[in-house]
């Protein structure tokens, strides 16, 4: 018999209490303290293969997304989620667009953030796949 675990952990995941979760986690982190990002094991939200997208901008990989997110932080960043949207894509992959309005150097703009988190093989473990962002 072969064994499914992997691909079944997440059924009895609630995909919208996880969701929420993760977006009052991540801008939580992003506008208090960016070192939370990185869990207990020194591992990242954002792997190897993640890639973030902001403003049209391509980064690739943990270090140079890390990097973009300090910036982001050292422009004393503050967000104020408006609402959130969220599709499954498989029984490991989430789909989530947050709208909502960040202050940057002072100023407040609208943006829109989407999000592709994919989920490993343990239980609520999940990374970010791929991240992009726009203000209006």
Known sequence: MENNLGNNINQKT?????????????????????????DINGKFLYKDNSEMCIQG???????????????LHNRNCSHTVDSIDIVTSGSRRLNILVTGRIQLDGFIYAFT?????????????WWIQSDIIRTL
């Open 57 to 71: 901008i391509i980064v690739k990989g943990p270090e140079q997304i890390y990097q973009k997110i300090i910036e």
């Open 14 to 38: 609630d995909f919208n209490i996880t969701a929420s979760q993760f977006v009052t986690f991540f801008y939580n982190s992003l506008d208090t303290n960016i070192n939370n990002l990185i």
């Open 113 to 125: 953030e989407y999000f592709h988190l994919a989920s490993g093989k343990k239980e609520g473990e």
